[in-house]
C-alpha cells in the first residue's frame, strides 16, 4: 500500500475532487510526473490556478448543469405535490415514483451544484462536513433510485402477472421504501468515514482537498466494485430486466385463461405504465453508465499523466453531468407518459386553484354508464350517476 500524506495529496488535484469514487490511495504515479533529475515531485512546485477550466468550456458546464438543476429541482418537487395533491393517484406505483422524486431533489440539491463547482475551481472549497456528506448523499440517492426502480418492476411484474393472487397495500409499499433508503443509508457508510479533507501546502500556495484515503489495501477499490458497482447498479438493473422481460411476454402473449385482450382499457394502461417505467429504466442505465465506466478506468488501468488531465477535464464533468441529468428527466419522462402529472403541472405553473383541481382528471370510463377503476392490477366498476357525463380517462393516462 502506498501511504498518501499530506506532502503528496496533491495526486488529487488532478482529478475531480468530487468525483465520489475518487481516490488516492491505488499507484499514485499516474496522477503527477516525477522529476527523475531532483528526485521531487513536480506537485511540489506546481502551482494550481483557482480556475482549472478555459473560459468556453466553464461557460459550457455552467449552463449545462444549471438546467440540469432546474429541471431535477422543481421537476420532481411539481411530481410530488401533483400526487400528492391528488387523492385518485395514491397507489403503490405513484408512491414509489414519489420515492424516486425524493432521491432525485436530494441529487439537484446537494450534489449538482458543488459537482459543478468542483469541475471548475482547484481545491476544496466548502469545509469537512460537507467534503464527507455530499459524496454521502450523491451515493445515497442513486442507491435509492436504482433500488426503488427495481421494487416498482417488481410490483408491476406481479401486478400484472399474477393479477388474481398479488396485491401490493400501501403499508408494504411503506415498509420496502423504509428497506431502500435503510439500505441504501448503510451501504455508503464508508464514504461518511473515509472521505476527508486535509490541507496542501507547497511554497506557492495552500488548498484544501477532498479525498477517500482507506486503511486497508485496495479497500476503495473492493467497495466500488461490490458494494457501488454490483449492489446499486448492475444486481438491480438484471432484476429489473428480467421482470420486465417477464412482463413483455405477458402481455404480447395473452393466450392464457382469463387474461383479458390487449385492446381493453385495463390492458391498454397497463401496458402504458410499463412502457413508462421501461424507459426510466434504460434512462437511468445510460445515464449512471459512463461515470462508471470511466472511473473503472481510471481504477483498473495504469494511465499516464495526460491521459488523466484529460478524462479530468472533459470525461469526469461530462459523465457527472449525465448522472445528475438523469435526475431532471424523469419528470419529462412522467409529463409524456402522463395526462395526469401534465395536467397537474400545468395547473401548478398557471397558478390555477380551482377547486376542481383535485378532481378534473381524477375519474376513468370506459363507457358512457360505467366506470372502470384500476388500480395496481385490480378492477373496480362503478355505474355513472349522470350518463351524459363526458368521456372520462384512465388512470395513467
Request: charged share 15%; glycine share 4%; hydrophobic share 45%.
Amino acid at each position: 500500500m502506498v501511504e498518501h500524506s499530506v506532502e503528496n495529496i496533491s495526486a488529487v488535484l488532478d482529478v475531480p475532487l468530487l468525483n465520489p469514487f475518487n481516490s488516492t490511495s491505488s499507484n499514485e504515479s499516474y496522477y503527477y510526473v516525477e522529476d527523475n533529475s531532483t528526485n521531487e515531485t513536480t506537485s511540489d512546485t506546481k502551482f494550481y490556478n483557482d480556475l482549472k477550466q478555459p473560459l468556453e468550456l466553464i461557460i459550457i458546464y455552467s449552463i449545462a448543469y444549471s438546467v440540469v438543476f432546474l429541471f431535477a429541482l422543481f421537476g420532481n418537487l411539481c411530481v410530488i405535490a401533483v400526487v400528492w395533491r391528488n387523492r385518485r393517484m395514491h397507489n403503490v406505483t405513484n408512491f414509489f415514483i414519489v420515492n424516486l422524486a425524493v432521491a432525485d431533489v436530494l441529487v439537484a440539491v446537494f450534489v449538482v451544484p458543488i459537482t459543478l463547482l468542483t469541475n471548475l475551481y482547484s481545491g476544496w472549497r466548502f469545509g469537512s462536513f460537507m467534503c464527507k456528506a455530499v459524496p454521502y448523499l450523491q451515493g445515497i440517492s442513486v442507491c435509492a433510485s436504482v433500488n426503488t426502480l427495481a421494487a416498482i418492476a417488481i410490483d408491476r411484474y406481479l401486478a400484472i402477472c399474477h393479477t388474481l393472487n398479488y396485491k401490493m397495500t400501501t403499508k408494504t409499499a411503506r415498509t420496502t421504501t423504509c428497506c431502500i433508503w435503510s439500505f441504501a443509508l448503510t451501504i455508503m457508510i464508508p464514504w461518511a468515514v473515509f472521505y476527508r479533507q486535509e490541507k496542501y501546502e507547497t511554497k506557492l500556495q495552500t488548498l484544501y482537498v477532498c479525498y477517500q484515503k482507506w486503511p486497508v489495501v485496495y479497500g476503495e477499490k473492493i467497495f466500488f466494485l461490490a458494494g457501488i458497482f454490483l449492489f446499486c447498479y448492475t444486481i438491480p438493473l438484471i432484476l429489473i430486466v428480467i421482470c420486465y422481460a417477464l412482463i413483455g411476454f405477458r402481455v404480447w402473449n395473452r393466450d392464457a385463461p382469463g387474461t383479458a385482450n390487449s385492446t381493453t382499457v385495463i390492458q391498454k394502461s397497463k401496458v402504458k405504465v410499463v412502457k413508462m417505467l421501461a424507459i426510466v429504466v434504460v434512462v437511468f442505465a445510460l445515464s449512471w453508465l459512463p461515470l462508471y465506466i470511466t472511473q473503472s478506468m481510471v481504477f483498473y488501468q495504469q494511465l499516464d499523466t495526460a491521459t488523466v488531465k484529460r478524462i479530468s477535464e472533459y470525461a469526469f464533468p461530462v459523465a457527472q453531468w449525465l448522472g445528475a441529468a438523469n435526475s431532471g428527466i424523469n419528470p419529462i419522462i412522467y409529463c409524456l407518459f402522463s395526462k395526469k402529472i401534465r395536467r397537474g403541472m400545468r395547473a401548478m405553473i398557471l397558478c390555477d386553484k380551482s377547486p376542481d383541481f383535485r378532481t378534473q382528471f381524477s375519474h376513468y370510463s370506459s363507457t358512457r354508464y360505467v366506470s372502470v377503476d384500476y388500480t395496481n392490477g385490480h378492477v373496480t366498476f362503478r355505474t355513472n350517476e349522470n350518463n351524459q357525463r363526458k368521456p372520462l380517462h384512465k388512470e395513467f393516462d
